[in-house]
């Protein structure tokens, strides 16, 4: 499954492999872009301020054809041999004053992650990014399509149906709800949690969509912190 992500740090810096411009408008105008964290941000005031203290794996449906996921389901139904056609996200939730602050990763198609030390580098390096106050632009920030915009909780995983953050073009809960989240082992400050994201073992490795995918390292970094 292919899964082209964009970003912006200010105006006109990438994330991953595509710019920002990239994205549908109609996902997030431009006012709206993320930060993108490199290392002018991490020296701004945010890298002072901000502890994480929770994580979670954000899903959305990947924009296939429909008969695509038909077929995907099915070979899944007899063989249990694909991963879903979603794409996932690591997401990381810090309080400061009454604002809440979204870190996100995602590993994507044309992506290569970079060792750290070769990232500031790199032509097109990965990043993640960090989105202020506005949950819904957080959940935005995954989709690569209008067409499907219904992000929902991946992990901690829940107990029967999906447990949406936005669906049908609104967002579904307000503010922190403790059952989206899972506690992190320590909080740790933004500049050590974006370390982390060099760390998983998706790194220095070709994007595959079978075994080095976006589930993948979405998955490493949840557990690795």
Not at 104 to 125: G, H, L, N, R, W
Request: glycine letters at 4%.
């Amino acid at each position: 499954y292919q899964t082209p992500c964009t970003g912006s740090s200010g105006i006109n810096a990438e994330y991953g492999s595509r710019g920002f411009s990239t994205r549908p408008s109609e996902l997030l105008d431009e006012n709206e872009r993320p930060y993108i964290i490199d290392r002018t941000f991490l020296q701004s005031i945010y890298g002072s301020i901000l502890r994480f203290t929770h994580k979670a794996i954000w899903a959305v449906r990947l924009h296939i054809p429909g008969e695509h996921h038909v077929a995907r389901d099915t070979v899944n139904a007899i063989f249990m041999s694909l991963p879903p056609a979603e794409h996932w996200a690591f997401v990381a939730h810090a309080n400061y004053g009454d604002d809440e602050y979204y870190f996100i990763a995602q590993f994507c198609s044309e992506d290569t992650i970079q060792p750290e030390e070769e990232v500031e580098q790199a032509t097109k390096p990965f990043r993640a990014h960090l989105i202020e106050k506005k949950k819904a632009n957080a959940a935005l920030s995954i989709c690569t399509s209008p067409n499907c915009t219904d992000v929902w909780v991946k992990e901690p995983a829940a107990n029967g149906d999906r447990r949406f953050i936005y669906q049908n073009r609104i967002l579904t809960t307000q503010g922190f709800d403790p059952a989206e989240w899972q506690e992190m082992e320590r909080a740790m400050p933004l500049e050590e949690l974006n370390s982390m994201i060099y760390q998983t073992p998706c790194t220095g490795r070709e994007y595959k969509a079978l075994e080095n995918n976006c589930q993948n390292f979405a998955t490493a970094l949840f557990n690795m912190v």
